[in-house]
Structure formats: C-alpha cells, structure tokens
C-alpha cells in the first residue's frame, strides 16, 4: 500500500485520531476565563464623587467604607450602598398645619439643606439605615410644624411669625440632630407661604 499509494497517501490513512483530551481542556479553560469574568463584574463596583460606600454581609453592617473610585468586593455575599456626604436639599411637601383656632392649612413645600459628614456615616447608617433621611428630617420637620401650628392661631401663622418660622425649624431640627445623630448639619431651611382657605384667603388680600 505505501508503494501502491505513496507516503503522504499513507500517513494520512495512519494518522492518530484526535485526542478528545484537548476538546476537554480547552472547553475547562474557556469556563474558567468567563467564570472570572463574571466574578470581577460583580466584585468591582464605583462610588461616585461626594459619596461615601458602605458594606453589608449577610445583612449586618461591615465597618469599612470607600470613597470615590473603583473598588472591589466580595461578590455574591457582599453588597454595598452609596451615602452622600455633601450638601443636599431634602424637599418635604403638603405637610398639614392644624391652628389653634381649627383652620386646617397645608405648607407646598419646605426645603431642608444638609449634609452629613464622612467621619459620621457608619454610625448614622447603623442606627437611621441609609434612608436617615425620612425619620431624621422628614418626620421631623412633619413633627415640628405640626407642634408649632397647634400653639398658635391663623394669622400669627401666616403673617405676624411666618418669617421666623425657617430659622426655628432650623434651630429645632438641628438641637434634635445633636443629641441622636450628630455628624448630620442643617444648613438651611427654607419655608414656601402657606395654602389657606379660599374663603379666608381674601380677607388677606
């Protein structure tokens, strides 16, 4: 046969199977180069800038933080939340105001500014969780308008104490912050007139 065919003719006819070994080998490497790649996708992650990155493991608050950039984590069993640490404006709205005298008038829209600061984050976001926002000032500002509103009658509401309404929230808010979570600053406060009665209204006029 090699004489009747030739070498090439030959060693094509003898030549070994192929090796399923390799097929093996090369689908295990493939698995492993997109196994690591879904873990670097869900292990690196940013925190953007005025940010500050905390960690939770199977629930329970870890005590590192990152600031801005890359980073990366324990994928699957490690999670993270972002928590600003500059100047924001939290926008309170329709918050009721019951007077004394039993008129029922409604502020749009009070604006609280505030910032929280780096060194205090954990200890804020352990006892607040990251949404501190809505018992911290939120309620708050619900709370004191309330407290306010009940003390006194409709004019002394909206005319005779309106303009000193801002800072007094402002320096209630921030006397309650000192004493359960310091770290978190009021800046500012700001007041929109408060919606009365149409029929009351115009004797304002």
Same mark, same amino acid.
């Given at each position: 046969?090699?004489?009747?065919?030739?070498?090439?003719?030959?060693? #094509?006819?003898?030549?070994?199977?192929?090796?399923? &070994?390799?097929?093996? =080998?090369?689908?295990?490497? &493939?698995?492993?180069?997109?196994?690591?790649?879904?873990?670097?996708?869900?292990?690196?992650? #940013? !925190?953007?800038? $005025?940010?500050?990155? !905390?960690?939770?493991?199977?629930?329970?608050?870890?005590?590192?933080?990152?600031?801005?950039?890359?980073?990366? &984590?324990?994928?699957?069993?490690?999670?993270?939340?972002?928590?600003?640490? /500059?100047?924001?404006?939290?926008?309170?709205?329709?918050?009721? +105001? $019951? /007077?004394?005298?039993?008129?029922?008038?409604?502020?749009?829209?009070?604006?609280? !500014?505030?910032?929280?600061?780096?060194?205090?984050?954990?200890?804020?976001?352990?006892?607040?969780?990251?949404?501190?926002?809505?018992?911290?000032?939120? %309620?708050? !500002?619900?709370?004191?308008?309330?407290?306010? +509103?009940?003390?006194?009658?409709?004019?002394?509401?909206?005319?005779?104490?309106?303009?000193?309404?801002?800072?007094?929230?402002?320096?209630?808010?921030? /006397? %309650?912050?000192?004493?359960?979570?310091?770290?978190?600053?009021?800046?500012?406060? #700001?007041? =929109?007139?408060?919606?009365?009665?149409?029929?009351?209204?115009?004797?304002?006029?």
């Amino acid at each position: 046969i090699y004489a009747v065919f030739g070498k090439q003719w030959y060693q #094509r006819r003898v030549r070994a199977p192929p090796n399923p &070994m390799n097929n093996s =080998t090369g689908t295990i490497l &493939m698995f492993i180069v997109v196994l690591i790649g879904i873990i670097f996708q869900f292990s690196m992650h #940013r !925190v953007d800038e $005025g940010h500050i990155a !905390v960690y939770y493991r199977g629930g329970a608050l870890l005590q590192s933080t990152s600031a801005p950039g890359f980073h990366f &984590m324990m994928p699957f069993i490690t999670n993270y939340v972002t928590v600003q640490v /500059t100047t924001q404006t939290d926008e309170v709205k329709d918050i009721p +105001c $019951g /007077t004394s005298g039993g008129v029922m008038i409604f502020f749009d829209r009070i604006e609280v !500014v505030n910032r929280l600061t780096i060194k205090s984050v954990l200890e804020v976001v352990r006892n607040y969780t990251p949404d501190y926002d809505k018992p911290l000032i939120f %309620d708050k !500002v619900h709370h004191e308008v309330n407290q306010f +509103c009940s003390t006194q009658n409709l004019h002394s509401v909206y005319i005779d104490l309106f303009d000193q309404i801002d800072e007094n929230l402002k320096n209630a808010l921030q /006397t %309650d912050l000192d004493k359960n979570a310091p770290g978190l600053e009021i800046v500012a406060v #700001r007041v =929109t007139k408060p919606k009365i009665p149409e029929t009351i209204r115009r004797n304002y006029e």
